[in-house]
């Protein structure tokens, strides 16, 4: 049985320990100088279009997303993890869970690549490495993910890493020039292990 299994209202998400990593990648709690680069990728059209992130998002919204973080995760409401394969840990992208509040073995797993470092496979060695926690010590028992139909660089991150494509929700994303179809995944506690972190992201 899931750890999160059978708990009434929000419980708090654990902290990955020890922190999550492969090789040079490994995802982190927020700082607060992660506010200036989460601002910069906010900003990024490709972000805009694919996420719920608001069009005047600016930097007051960036230092309460990375201020907020913690005691998000303590209400058990999200978890949100810096992604980075540098040296000096500067931010790289961002992965995430978004528990369901109706159900607190169940959440929606997310993640976004800061403009200046995609195609090192960051999104898809962060989406593997946080999926794997939460499906084991993390105690969740579903993880859902959806991303746009168009969105074909996200859908290319998800591709051989376990995740089962369940369907398309039409109609579901609004944009500006009208609703898209979703693509939906999930993964699940009790299916094989994510495949390992190395890859590509498109």
Do not use: K
Not at 48 to 74: H, K, Q
Not at 94 to 113: F, K, L, M, P
Not at 156 to 173: I, L, M, Q, S
Request: glycine residues 10%; contains cysteine; proline residues 6%.
């Amino acid at each position: 049985m899931s750890t999160r299994e059978g708990v009434a209202g929000r419980v708090a998400i654990a902290l990955p320990d020890p922190p999550l990593r492969d090789g040079s990648l490994r995802l982190r709690p927020p700082v607060a100088s992660d506010a200036e680069p989460v601002y910069e990728a906010c900003r990024d059209p490709q972000i805009l279009r694919y996420t719920r992130i608001p069009r005047d998002y600016d930097r007051v919204d960036a230092r309460a997303f990375v201020a907020g973080a913690e005691a998000r995760r303590r209400a058990g409401i999200s978890l949100e993890l810096i992604a980075t394969d540098r040296a000096d840990g500067a931010l790289c992208g961002v992965v995430g869970i978004v528990v369901d509040r109706h159900d607190q073995a169940r959440a929606e797993i997310g993640y976004w690549t800061h403009p200046h470092h995609r195609g090192r496979g960051i999104a898809r060695g962060s989406l593997v490495l946080l999926s794997r926690w939460a499906l084991g010590a993390g105690g969740f028992v579903r993880l859902d993910l959806t991303a746009s139909v168009e969105n074909h660089a996200s859908l290319a991150v998800v591709r051989d890493t376990g995740f089962v494509r369940e369907g398309t929700a039409r109609g579901a994303w609004p944009t500006p020039e009208g609703r898209e179809d979703m693509a939906v995944f999930s993964l699940l506690a009790r299916e094989p292990a994510v495949a390992p972190a190395a890859g590509h992201e498109t």
